[in-house]
């Protein structure tokens, strides 16, 4: 399935991710792509919001400290950065695999640079900037 919407704010933005959030079921593996500034981090303070692990205002970006782990009655999200990750090597190390499991969804930013998660992703989100303020969000679920 394939789907697009555009959102004209940071706000419809994070709106979007707690409808999003109403339409997904752990486990899932999400990649989330786009450039620097797209919206990325936006997007997981909507879900994180819609499934009740946290408010946006406490989600932030994992660019340093690579996972932030929130808990829900529903799931447990990893919001992972793979921007930092050079190799394949230093890939391994972040054991992702240990946190799959029945009840997780791991939302993972810039996961495109490594194809084993290309191969695993259960859903792909891209976010396009269209405007100052504007996205273009594209859903691909396998």
């Known amino acids: 399935m394939t789907s697009e919407t555009i959102t004209h704010s940071a706000e ?11 339409e997904l079921s752990p486990p899932l593996i999400v990649l989330l792509r786009g450039d620097l500034g797209a919206g990325k981090t936006t997007l997981v303070k909507g879900i994180a919001e819609g499934f009740q692990a946290a408010r946006a205002e406490d989600v932030t970006s994992p660019t340093f400290t690579l996972i932030h782990e929130y808990r829900s009655p529903r ?4 919001h992972i950065d793979l921007y930092r990750i050079e190799t394949q ?3 391994e190390t972040l054991a992702l695999d240990d946190l799959i499991a029945p009840d997780s969804i791991l939302l993972i930013e810039w996961g495109e640079k490594f194809p084993r998660l290309q191969q695993e992703r259960d859903i792909e989100i891209t976010l396009n900037r269209v405007g100052e303020t504007e996205r273009r969000i594209q859903r691909n679920d396998r």
Do not use: D, I, S
Not at 75 to 78: D, G, K
């Open 75 to 78: 799931a447990v999200l990893y």
């Open 89 to 91: 090597r230093e890939f």
């Open 12 to 22: 419809e933005t994070v709106a979007y991710g707690r409808a999003l959030a109403t």
